[in-house]
């Protein structure tokens, strides 16, 4: 017999392993630039995906299900590319915001799909479940924003 949150879990698994990749993203990132404020900023936001892909964690297990522990696939190959990249064209600070926003659009794309994908399997804004996806879609654009503007500010300086 199936369970009946199933197909819940599988959302909030997939939005893990966007936490996971995000996380692991900014930590990257952090070491790949030298201003000490972005470095801040990008562990800063690192922390944050790991609280996130913890918050998920812990909403598969009340929902009965095994939460997922690892990064995507596309996220590891994603990586994998932006250091050729970056191996190509050097780590200038615009490079590597301009990867952290294509990173941040993927995320913010998987969060509203993932809400999207909610409602069809019935959930609500009444929902914990829902109210937790939207929360972190919340703090997904609040992050997307930031990261564009400060790509922005190292455009014009560039």
């Known amino acids: 017999m199936s369970h009946p949150n199933n197909d819940v879990i599988d959302v909030l698994n997939d939005l893990i392993e966007y936490s996971k990749d995000g996380e692991k993203g900014f930590k990257e990132s952090a070491e790949d630039v030298k201003n000490t404020e972005l470095k801040a900023f990008f562990v800063q936001r690192a922390g944050e995906c790991a ?7 812990s909403e598969v297990r009340r929902l009965g299900g095994d939460p997922e522990t690892s990064t995507s696939l596309s996220g590891d190959l994603h990586r994998g590319w932006v250091n050729l990249k970056s191996m190509l064209t050097g780590k200038s600070e615009e490079a590597v915001l301009n990867e952290v926003e294509r990173g ?14 909610l409602v069809k399997l019935g959930r609500s804004a009444s929902d914990q479940t829902y109210a937790l996806v939207e929360k972190q879609l919340q703090g997904v654009q609040r992050n997307h924003d930031q990261v564009k503007a400060l790509r922005d500010a190292a455009r014009a300086r560039s």
């Open 51 to 57: 609280s996130a892909a913890a918050e998920l964690q």
């Open 104 to 117: 941040e659009d993927f995320a913010l794309k998987a969060y509203k799909d993932a809400r999207e994908k």
